[in-house]
C-alpha cells in the first residue's frame, strides 16, 4: 500500500508540472505586482500548487510510516508521468532516446524495490 501511495505521490509531481507549463503557456510572467497578481489569479497555477502541496502532505504521512528507502525510489516515476503527460496535453514529442530513458527508470525502481 505504501508504494502505491508513493506512486500516486509521483503521479501528482507530474501533473503539477504539467499545470504549471499549462499556465506558463497561457500568460507571460513578470516580476511587478501586477504581473504576481495576474500569476497566482491563474487556474492551471493555482491547481499546480494544490497538487504540489496535497502531495507534500501524503508524502509526509508516508515518511512516517516507511523507510524512505523502500518509497523514495517510487518518485521517479514522476519523470514516466511528466514524459507521458506532455505527450498527452502538451502535444509534445517522444523520442526514441526517451522511451529508452523511461524503460531504464522502469528497471531501475523495479530493481530498487524489489523485495
Known sequence: MYLLLAVICAFMIALGQIFWKLGM????FTFTLTGLIKFFMN???ISGIFMYVTETFLWFWLLA??????????LSLSY???LVMA????KEKIVF??????LLVVL???LIVKK
Not at 65 to 74: D, G
Open 97 to 102: 532516446t526517451q522511451v529508452i530513458g523511461i
Open 80 to 82: 514516466i508521468f511528466v
Open 87 to 90: 505527450r498527452v496535453f502538451l
Open 43 to 45: 487556474g492551471y497555477i
Open 65 to 74: 510510516r516507511e523507510q524512505v528507502s523502500k518509497i523514495y525510489p517510487a
Open 25 to 28: 503557456e497561457r500568460m507571460p
Open 108 to 110: 531501475g525502481v523495479s
